[in-house]
Every structure is written in C-alpha cells, then in structure tokens.
C-alpha cells in the first residue's frame, strides 16, 4: 500500500544500504518513480539472470541457521530462536501429516503477521508447500477479517480464540432470522464464505461450544497449542477427533513428555534452539540435555485426556500451593471471568 511505502522511502533514507522498493500494483509513489513494479522487474530479467541470480545465493546446510524469530517476552527475557532449514522442512511435512485433506486448491485468509510464528510458518511456507493461494488480510480488525471471509471466500482460517467467538457471534446473529436448517447453513456461508472447511484455533482456551458450533455448519474447526521454539505447533486435535478442553494430540515428528509436575518437555527435528545470551555471531544453546537427548522445557502444565489428548492446566509460573498443601492452577478461575 501506499502507507507502507511512505514507511520504507522514510527508512530508505537513513539506512546506511541502499535497497529498491516493488510495489505489486499502481499507485502515485509508483507513478512518480520513487518505486517500481515488481511485474515489471520480473518481466525485465531474461531466463539465465535469473538461474545466475540464484546460483549466487549461498545454500545453507541442513543445520545451519536460516533465520530468527524473537519471542515477545511474555514468559520471561525476549529470546531468539533459530532455526535451520531442517526445522524449518520436517516441520512442513510433519504439519501435512496432520492435514491431510488440505492442499487442494487451498486458500488462506491470513490476518497474523510474518513475526508470528503461526503466521510465518503454517501460513506462508503452507501454502508455498500446498501450492496454494496465500491473503494477507491488511490489517488484523475483526471487521476486516469478517470483510475478507466473504470477498475471499477461504477454505482455511488460522486464529487465535477471540476472532473465532467473534465469529461465531456473527453467524449466531445472521441465522436468527432463518426458519429451516437450510436456510440456517446458508445464513452461516453468508458469514464464512462458501468454501471454508477448515480451521485451527490457537494461542489461547477457545470454548467447545464454539468448535461444536463449526463442526455443526461444515468447518473442521481444530483446536492447537504450540510455541515459537516449535517453528509452531506442538499439539492439535485431528480433523474428526475434538475433544472438549483439549488442545489435541502431539503433530507428528514431535515428542512429548510430562514432568513429574505436569510440566510438557519437547524434543524433535523441528524444536529450534536459542541464540547464545552472550557473544556475537549465531552461536546457539541447547536446551535441557537427559539421557542422550535435548529436551525443551515449555514453561507449561498439561494434564492427559482420553484418546491421547492433552489439556493445558496452567503455566508453571502461575501455580502454586495454598495454605492446605492444595495446587491451585488461576487459569481455571480466571476462564471465569
């Protein structure tokens, strides 16, 4: 848009590399030369400056790292967590493994940003696996997002807990006038689009009226947990398979351990490591080392369901013990409120 280029032409000009701004459609900054369209520097490089261009790319090894995400902090310090394109490949196929019916003709209304790790990796290099077609919403505001489910019309939307209640709340809203079951369905495709069939909620206890809800109308609403350590998910609910309080099963390629308190511990291909706290360059830290393998403590306590699935009790951080001995676990009264 033509705020995001007045951004850049503004950090162009203090940068100390210069570096040229595409634009992917027209607007005035285009129009005055100040950026170009990127169709027309695509349609400017002949078939052999491109294969020169990418063979003087450095390839990275298997467990070099590629690229860092910071954490935000909100369980402690800021941390940077690496990964290489091996986290980075076995998380794609191991998240496939779990999707199986997605990838044709795939369409994702995306709302999250690419420093969200959701929003990085299942989003985007989703679809660059699936082949798919990949929206950016524009901004993350319910009503755009409303606004964008029925133009784009998806058949899969990634959300944290509120935008699916908000959801919800919508369809509730738009089928109450409706007599029959059919036009019921079809008050709630008015709201979802015609095409959504899936989705995953994440980042957050999601209410199981709210999936049963989806599940009702046609969308295979899943329900998920996972960490940026994790290049993403750790657990989630097969499609078919909810469980109510359930953040689902460990994704394949993943394991997972309980702590004597509950604590879950990771280890797999696609846990990534952290950058070294001291020092320069991409020295990384390994996590917890036992009995020949890393594991990654998660800071949160899980207890097991039927069937193999987990439910998040609390973070470790926030339970304690009262006067009588007794844990007390406040996301349980806090869900309350």
Known sequence: TEEHLRRLLEVRGRARVP?????????RIVDRGDAGLLAEAVARLDPG??????????????????TVMFTSGS???????????????????ARAAALPEVGDDEVLLCYLPLYHTF???????????????????????????????????????????????????????????????????AAFRGVVGDRLRWGLSAAGYLDPKVFRHFHRH???LCSGFGMTEATGGITMSPPGDYASHSVGVPLPGI???????????????????????????LERVPAMQQDGQEWLPTGDVFRRLPGGHLSIVDRVKDIYKNDHGQTVAPNHVERKF
Request: hydrophobic letters at 40%; a positive charge; proline letters at 6%.
């Open 19 to 27: 570096f040229t701004l595409l634009s992917v459609q027209p607007n």
């Open 49 to 66: 400056r491109v294969d020169s261009l990418l063979a003087q790319r450095p390839r990275r090894g298997w467990d070099e790292v590629s």
């Open 75 to 93: 369980t402690g310090r800021p941390k940077g967590v690496a990964f290489t394109p091996f986290n980075l490949v076995s998380k794609r196929f």
């Open 119 to 185: 929003g990085r990796y299942l989003e985007m290099l989703g679809m660059l696996f699936w082949r798919g077609t990949y929206v950016f919403a524009g901004n993350p505001s319910a009503e755009t997002l409303l606004a964008g489910l029925r133009q784009v019309r998806p058949t899969g939307l990634i959300g944290v807990p509120v935008r699916w209640s908000q959801i919800r709340d919508r369809t509730l809203e738009a089928m109450q006038e409706a007599g029959s079951d059919a036009e019921r369905d």
């Open 218 to 220: 046609g969308v295979e």
């Open 255 to 281: 394991r997972v351990r309980l702590a004597e308190s509950g604590e879950m511990q990771i280890a797999g291909p696609y846990v990534a490591r952290y950058l070294a706290e001291e020092g320069h360059g």
